[in-house]
């Protein structure tokens, strides 16, 4: 049986069977065929196959969409009413369809949240109002009533002075009011002057953490306010009438010496330019520097500083006439040489023009006498601290070279590393064997056994030790019966070794210079002073 209208589906005919009941084909293939006609009507959760006909949902709601997700369900398309379809995400209806042919999105602009149009669906157009508020369908700018304060995102609004609060207060006409936010605590406001006196004005301040800063005017009249002091809109630099030590910001200014105070006193009474760059690295210092300009001051340039106290050192001119003439300063520079003047306006008349080769070689002779007497002092200055009292140099003399007494070490002297800072001194050069005795006093002693007991001695000769070598001393003959041997009483026989006393002799040999090791000999000084 085909399904109903609400997709029910019900067996055919013939069905449920009674029990008992014998299968036939024609039930059994017609209830089969029924079935399989059923599911083939069904549609594939692997994707096989599709629609033939216009799939339906159930309206659903904000947090049980009729259209979901398997892993996320309450997000999802739902009707929300008649010709009202809207998106749902995170408790939230962010989009809006509608019969009016916009496509409508919720965000707060600052009045909580409501639906604002963001696609015309026929015309394909964008609203700008749904980007930055303050945007009208119109083509113009809202108008903003209210305190520029709570203005706290990004935003384009019409404003006047009698409808506002916290403006600037040399803001008289109208404008618009720009806000631009990196942060809900942080960002900037910008105004744009429209309409009389606000005309080619613009002002800015900033916010830093949730609290506006001061109103500063940024262009007036079309010319940026926030530049340099000095630099005037007509390109040309303003003057400057009052005291040099006042002027505390970067600036360039021209004045004229008449008009000024505490200027460098050789600078003529002609024209000049000031540079003042104000620092805050170590505390509050500055330095100006003053060009000539006019006659007297042309080629010329002063330079001074001031400490964190504002006390200001004196002028010093420090390019007078395109040379360089630093003579003082942090160093001392007093060494500098300046050559002899060579100019045909500077020389004498008659013998001592350029014309004549001993002018000029002697110009030359002195600079160069000048030039030496300097580069002498400084080789020398840097030799000194080369080398201190105490150095020692090898190999040759440099008394007269270098800075200070020196003084040869005595001939023979080897160097010895010391670890204290102390120099000792001593050894000698000269090695001997010396002439000497050894004396060797000793003694050899041996005893013999005595023999106590009665014992018998076999006939023969009789043995004397003298000096450990046995000598035949005698034959003796036993009177009487013949007899092999004879008897003895009991006694002792004592040997005695001789002592000996004396020496190996004393023999030497005089050794000078033999206790160096091999050796080159060069000449060593020691500075003393």
């Not at 033939?52 to 659903?60: E, M, T, V």
């Not at 002297?413 to 001593?426: I, K, V």
Request: proline residues 3%; aromatic residues 10%; glycine residues 12%.
């Amino acid at each position: 049986m085909p399904r109903d209208n609400s997709g029910n589906y019900t067996l055919p005919a013939g069905n449920p069977v009674i029990s008992g009941s014998v299968i036939t084909s024609s039930w059994a293939n017609s209830t089969m065929s029924d079935i399989a006609a059923a599911l083939t009507d069904s549609l594939s959760r692997s994707g096989n196959g599709g629609m033939l006909s216009p799939l339906l949902f159930g309206d659903g709601a904000l947090l049980d969409p009729g259209i979901a997700w398997a892993l996320e369900p309450s997000m999802g398309f739902y009707r929300n009413g008649t010709q009202d379809m809207r998106l749902g995400i995170g408790n939230r209806s962010v989009l809006r369809f509608t019969y009016a042919e916009k496509l409508e999105i919720q965000r707060d602009y600052g009045s909580g949240l409501e639906y604002n149009p963001a696609v015309d669906t026929k015309s394909m157009s964008l609203y700008w109002d749904a980007k930055l508020a303050g945007y009208g369908d119109t083509g113009v700018h809202g108008g903003y009533t209210g305190d520029l304060d709570d203005l706290k995102t990004n935003s384009c609004w019409f404003i006047s002075p009698a409808s506002v609060t916290n403006e600037p207060t040399d803001f008289v006409g109208d404008g618009f009011i720009v806000t631009e936010r990196v942060a809900p605590s942080s960002g900037t406001q910008t105004i744009y002057g429209r309409f009389g006196a606000d005309s080619w004005k613009q002002w800015m301040r900033t916010d830093t953490n949730d609290t506006w800063g001061d109103w500063k005017l940024v262009v007036d009249g079309g010319a940026f306010t926030e530049r340099l002091a000095g630099y005037a809109d007509t390109g040309l630099h303003e003057s400057y009438n009052a005291d040099l030590n006042d002027i505390t910001v970067n600036g360039k200014w021209t004045f004229v010496k008449a008009n000024v105070t505490n200027e460098p006193s050789d600078f003529a009474n002609s024209y000049g330019f000031i540079t003042h760059d104000e620092t805050t690295a170590g505390g509050n210092r500055a330095t100006q520097t003053i060009i000539g300009a006019w006659s007297g001051n042309q080629y010329k340039m002063w330079m001074r500083q001031c400490d964190s106290s504002r006390v200001w050192d004196a002028w010093k001119l420090v390019v007078d006439g395109g040379s360089l003439t630093i003579t003082s300063g942090d160093r001392d520079y007093t060494g500098i040489q300046t050559a002899p003047k060579m100019r045909a306006s500077d020389a004498p008349a008659g013998a001592s023009d350029l014309t004549r080769k001993d002018y000029v070689d002697a110009g030359d002779a002195a600079t160069l006498a000048s030039a030496n007497s300097y580069t002498d002092s400084a080789v020398a200055n840097v030799l000194a601290v080369a080398f201190p009292v105490g150095s020692v140099v090898i190999g040759w003399n440099p008394s007269g070279v270098l800075t200070g007494t020196w003084s040869q070490l005595a001939e023979g002297t080897f160097l010895m590393c010391t670890r204290n800072g102390s120099d000792p001194s001593g050894g000698n050069n000269d090695a001997a064997v010396i002439a000497h005795t050894h004396t060797i006093n000793h003694n050899h002693t041996a005893s013999a056994s005595t023999q106590t007991a009665d014992h018998t001695h076999q006939r023969g000769e009789a043995f004397a030790v003298n000096n450990g070598t046995a000598q035949s001393v005698e034959r003796y003959a036993i009177t009487g019966a013949s007899q092999s041997s004879i008897n003895l009483q009991s006694h002792s026989h004592n040997i005695t070794v001789d002592a000996f006393n004396g020496n190996s002799g004393s023999a030497g040999e005089a050794a000078t210079g033999r206790n160096r090791p091999k050796y080159v000999g060069k000449l060593m000084y020691e500075r003393t002073a």
